[in-house]
Structures are given as structure tokens and as C-alpha cells.
């Protein structure tokens, strides 16, 4: 979780294809606190660099991808680049999974504690 592995990609010529998916926060902490305590969360929220222009500064290729539609250009861009890349690929931080949201599980663990009184 540190990043440091692109400065070793580059130091040694290797070029993986990193994804990284921002939510802006830890989010299956997040996750399991509002399921378990619902509205009440701690020390999820992240301040994160816009993390593609930090890979450039080790000499990795990076892009910033915030809609859907523009990662296949994206990826394609990463495979020829010829060097380690990083495509930091901004999610909603309410999408938790590709079948639920924060609400919805905020909402499921609410309606349950008011079931259970």
C-alpha cells in the first residue's frame, strides 16, 4: 500500500500495468463499519495525490481515468507505453461493490436494528 513497487519497476526496467481504483478512502473498512454501526465511521476518508502524476514522477507512464467509457483507450495507451503504468481509475466512494453502495448497506443495517427491537 505504499507504492514503492513502481519505483522498483522502473529502477529495473519492468513494465507491469498497474491499476489502482480510488475511492478516496478505506473502503472496506468503511464498508463494515457502516454495516455494524451504521452513520457512525472513523478514520476511513483518505487525502490521497492524484496518483497517476505521482507514478510519472518515478518515470512510469500515468493517466487518470474518472469515466468508464475512457478506460479501453486508457489501458491500450498503457500496454504500448513500454514501461511500468499506473492508470488511477477514480471511482464513486458510494460504490462499494458493483452490487451495493454505502447507503444501501447503511440503510439495510438500520432497518435491521429497528426489526430487532
Known sequence: MSGQEIATAVHHG???????V???????IRMHQERRY?????????????????AKSFGAH?????????????????LAA???AVLELRIDPEAIT????LSAIRDAAIEGYRGGQ
Open 38 to 54: 451504521p452513520g457512525r465511521v472513523h478514520a476511513t476518508a483518505l487525502s490521497n495525490p492524484e496518483i497517476s502524476v505521482w
Open 22 to 28: 480510488n475511492n478516496n478512502m478505506y473502503g472496506t
Open 98 to 101: 458493483t452490487r451495493t453502495t
Open 82 to 84: 513500454g514501461r511500468a
Open 62 to 78: 500515468g493517466e487518470l481515468v474518472t469515466r468508464t467509457e475512457d478506460f479501453p483507450d486508457a489501458f491500450e495507451r498503457a
Open 14 to 20: 519492468v513494465d507491469p500495468v498497474i491499476l489502482v
